[in-house]
Nanobody, 124 residues
């Protein structure tokens, strides 16, 4: 069983930055495929960024390319999402997700474990 705990959300003005953290349990964290998703009210949960199980591939949604960076610290069992130049349309609940299946995954259905979510609100 993998447990994920997110932190780092909050209220920020447009143009500001936040860093989300996702602490994971499990002795094989370095082999997990990880993803950050977001869900705005009334909308479906969509991928923001993903990290492959091998650790050498990343994916970013077009809407966040050049602004967001996903990174992974295997020593700390933590994955991060650095978010810069935030926009009001980035407002959502952000979720961390993990799967022990090898690869890189872009859809929520591919992930087996989820955090509780953290709210990010960007004011204009």
């Amino acid at each position: 069983q993998v447990q994920l705990v997110e932190s780092g959300g909050g209220l920020v003005q447009a143009g500001g930055s936040l860093r989300l953290s996702c602490a994971a349990s499990g002795r094989t964290f370095n082999s997990y495929a990880m993803g950050w998703f977001r869900q705005a009210p009334g909308k479906e949960r969509t991928i923001v960024a993903a990290f492959s199980s091998s650790g050498d591939n990343t994916y970013y949604a077009d809407s966040v390319k050049g602004r967001f960076t996903i990174s992974k610290d295997n020593a700390e069992n933590t994955v991060y999402l650095q978010m810069n130049n935030l926009k009001p349309e980035d407002t959502a609940v952000y979720y961390c997700a993990a799967t022990t299946t090898r690869g890189i995954y872009l859809y929520a259905a591919n992930y087996d474990y989820w955090g509780q979510g953290t709210q990010v609100t960007v004011s204009s």
